[in-house]
């Protein structure tokens, strides 16, 4: 490697440093069936007499108080079926719909800014307006980007046209084909 990288700095990035642990995602509410990788920390036998944790990753039905890993899919079977979840800083989202899909993109290894991509299904979000960091969120037809708001978006399919619906109900949202 080229050691004029490292070089010269004593200082090293926390957000570097995290990038080997599991960006979590905290449910605070679950109804129906809603499936995702959940996060389970294990303490494990290491060497000798010392102990470990070690996380253990497994998709499956999610349950109130679960924690999920970003970076994988969320989805939903069910018109009904929904999940009400907490990002690290206090953001609230609310993703559901009858075959909903979203992925919270891992926001750990990306500060600050969060990026998400819904397939189809109705997702909500409030957003913290004090926090500095924008979210954007893409779908096939376009990508927003949202900094301190409140604000839902859904996928509607019927038949072969696809429409995205975009509800502001607090502050402003910037929307585009490229957000480039």
Not at 75 to 94: H, V, Y
Not at 102 to 124: H, I, Q, R, S, W
Request: hydrophobic content about 35%; overall charge negative; proline content about 3%.
């Amino acid at each position: 490697h080229d050691s004029l990288l490292f070089d010269g700095s004593n200082e090293t990035s926390a957000e570097f440093q995290k990038t080997d642990e599991d960006c979590l995602i905290k449910v605070l509410r679950v109804n129906g069936n809603v499936t995702g990788t959940v996060v389970t920390k294990v303490k494990t036998k290491a060497c000798g007499e010392e102990y470990k944790w070690v996380n253990i990753r497994e998709k499956k039905l999610i349950k109130e108080g679960d924690m999920i890993k970003a970076g994988e899919p969320i989805s939903t079977e069910n018109d009904k079926d929904f999940i009400i979840a907490q990002l690290a800083d206090g953001e609230n989202m609310m993703f559901g719909g009858e075959r909903g899909l979203v992925e919270v993109k891992d926001y750990c290894k990306n500060p600050p800014n969060v990026f998400m991509t819904l397939g189809a299904g109705k997702l909500g979000i409030d957003w913290n307006p004090l926090l500095p960091k924008t979210l954007t969120i893409c779908t096939d037809l376009g990508c927003l980007r949202i900094k301190g708001t409140t604000f839902s978006i859904e996928i509607l399919k019927e038949g072969d046209v696809v429409s995205n619906v975009l509800k502001v109900f607090a502050g402003s949202v910037t929307f585009g084909r490229n957000m480039e």
